[in-house]
């Protein structure tokens, strides 16, 4: 049937009938020459997992910025893990106390003025560890505890300068353990120039009272620090500082010392034996210190010297002065003057209370006026020289607080002042070869500490 030509004109030209049959044919050519290309492009890259891809020389590189992290995109039902932080149960929080020891004081009082558990310290005095320490304490200990409202979790005391107790509390009750305070020893030199006194010119110097009397102690047979010292006698000394978790504690013992009295030098190294015993000698191996202490007691002046002569200051009638008076504090500690044997001990006549001592070499000793007695010196005890055998007082005829102390040998008395005293025995021969080896570096310290210092003197001079 013939169609009527339409009257409306068209401005494109009537696509003809055979154009979709050549269209879909060119498709059909197309997907079947990309399959086996896609294949081998697939077959590529599994052959060649790790070769990186190359972009083209025009083609834009994408490059990380350093220091950047790149965020991953979220995107719908995709979205990113990120885990939920693990939250810790916080630490409890315990109280900490410091509890000082004062005269009076007793573990027991401190717990109950602080509301401590006093049921837990019935159980800590029980450790074997911890009960010899808790029934001594003395004023001046220090415990430091801590406690969740008043039930105890620790306690913490040193012993000493290199030990502690320390006791904690566990699942299963309590427990004490003794450790060990490891202490660092360092040398350091000292140097001074007497102008007044030893100890004006040690302390401008830097050095604590405790270096400054062990110089004392150490030549106090040959030099009296009080009565013999003079301008311009110098010293030099090289002593321990002792050290622990990087602090100073204390300074120790001194290693060398010289002090130049009056034109005369004298130098002391010191040497520990087997047994532990520490003594100091010169360089040759001679005992610095003689057998017996001319002045037995540290004293602030001498009260009355040896007298044959002199008139009592009680009685007012002349009557010998057979010792020296020592002027001195009540309580000041007296020391035996010489390693020897109590003879005697309790109040005599005028002397009020006494101690008298025996020595070798038919050599005795007197300590009169005592304010009382060193709980070890008794009757038939052995007492080594330094030891404190009794405290300065003034019973019997005395005045003041003093020392009286007299020096006899076969029973006639002697100026303990000026009399010879017999010399301490030099280092054993067992040691001598040890002695010369061990101390010859640390007098050569001493003199290079010494050379320095008088370059320095001299340099100033000039």
Known sequence: MHRQASPLLHDYKPASTTEPNKSRAFKWFAVGLGLPLLGLALISTLDAPNKAIEPASDAPVMTAIEGEA??????????????????????????SLTLTIRSGDTLDQLFRKHNLDLGHLTT????????????????????????????????????????????????????????????????????????????????????????????????????????????GDSFYVQYEEIWQDGEFITDGEIVAAEFNNDG??????????????TDYFTPGGHSVRKAFIRAPVDFTRISSNFNPRRRHPILNTIRAHRGV????????????????????RGVKSGYGNAVILQHGGN???????MSKFAAKARVGARVRQGQTIGYVGKTGLATANHLHYEYRVSGVHRNPRTVE??????????????????????LEELERFKSTKLATVAFADQ
């Not at 050599?363 to 006026?369: D, E, N, Q, R, S």
């Open 325 to 344: 008076d020592y002027a001195a504090p009540r309580g000041t500690p007296i020391k035996a003057s010489g390693d020897g044997k109590v003879i005697f």
């Open 124 to 231: 800590i005095a029980s450790l074997e560890e911890a009960s010899q320490r808790l029934r001594k304490i003395k004023p001046g200990d220090v415990f430091e505890i801590t406690h969740d409202n008043g039930k105890l979790v620790s306690m913490y005391s040193a012993l000493s300068l290199t030990s502690a107790l320390r006791i904690n509390r566990e699942e299963t009750g309590f427990s004490a353990q003794l450790i060990e305070r490891p202490i660092e020893k360092r040398k350091r030199n000292g140097h001074g120039v007497i102008q007044t006194s030893l100890f004006e010119s040690a302390a401008e110097a830097g050095m604590s009272d405790k270096v400054i009397m062990n110089i004392a102690g150490i030549f106090a047979w040959d030099v009296d620090f009080v009565l013999d010292i003079r301008s």
């Open 264 to 277: 005369s030098t004298h130098r002391a190294i010191r040497f520990v034996d087997d047994s532990g015993r």
């Open 421 to 442: 005293l017999p010399k301490a025995d030099p280092i054993a021969e067992k040691y001598r070869e040890r002695f010369l080896a061990t101390t010859a570096p640390i």
């Open 70 to 95: 790149i965020s991953p995109v979220e995107t719908a039902g995709d979205a990113v893990f990120s885990p939920t932080p693990l939250v810790l149960a916080p630490e409890p929080e315990f109280e």
């Open 363 to 369: 050599i005795t000793t007197l300590y009169a006026h």
